[in-house]
């Protein structure tokens, strides 16, 4: 996220949250290579430099392991999706404008070329989608997306959506119209919204933690 002011870490914080924001291999903060390590590796060393975080939070800090959540938008949300087919650690999961489909959103995207030059051959896009391993997901989620999302398409939510309903998972999909990708952002969604998606995900996390 940078070096910058991010509401819902504070307003979680506020609400008696320890929050972990890494910077887990593939961000950006560390130069080229550090950057680069993601590439054909979506799910692999960065999950890893993740759960090392919270490992560390834990042995460290006064946290509780047994009461863990997790979120995030974009990529956070596709690591959101993916870490919960991966591990039951957390115990609630809230996923914004998430990627589930690496082949199918890649099609869809504005950034074709960018999903196809990430991860570069479709067994491995198809290895490293959360909708591939979508019977190991027990955590509840909560799917926010924004409907007018050309960067991780909306069908990305619903197809997860509908995979965990048919399954009698626990999971909510709620869509925002007349909103893009950057939904966070003040100049982009409402005030409406963005007080929306906080409550949601306070309630979610309160509800499940």
């Not at 027990?138 to 048919?166: G, M, W, Y």
């Amino acid at each position: 996220m940078g070096d910058s002011y991010v509401h819902e870490f504070q307003v979680l914080a506020g609400r008696g949250y320890a929050v972990l924001a890494p910077n887990p291999r593939g961000s950006a903060g560390y130069g080229e290579e550090f950057c680069r390590a993601v590439l054909n590796d979506w799910g692999g060393a960065d999950f890893a430099d993740l759960m090392a975080g919270a490992n560390a939070m834990i042995a460290n800090e006064p946290i509780d392991g047994e009461r863990l959540g997790i979120g995030g938008i974009s990529y956070g949300g596709y690591m959101t999706n993916w870490a919960i087919t991966q591990t039951g650690r957390f115990k609630a999961a809230v996923s914004r404008n998430g990627i589930s489909d690496i082949t199918h959103a890649g099609m869809l995207s504005d950034q074709t070329l960018w999903f196809n030059l990430s991860l570069t051959s479709p067994e491995l896009q198809h290895e490293r989608s959360p909708l591939t391993y979508v019977e190991r997901i027990t955590t509840p989620l909560l799917l926010l997306h924004a409907e007018n999302d050309l960067r991780c398409p909306t069908s990305e939510s619903i197809q997860l959506f509908v995979q965990l309903r048919k399954r009698k998972q626990m999971v909510q999909l709620v869509c925002y119209p007349n909103t893009s990708h950057l939904m966070d952002w003040p100049a982009v969604g409402t005030p409406r919204q963005r007080l929306d998606r906080l409550r949601r995900t306070i309630a979610w996390f309160e509800h499940f933690l």
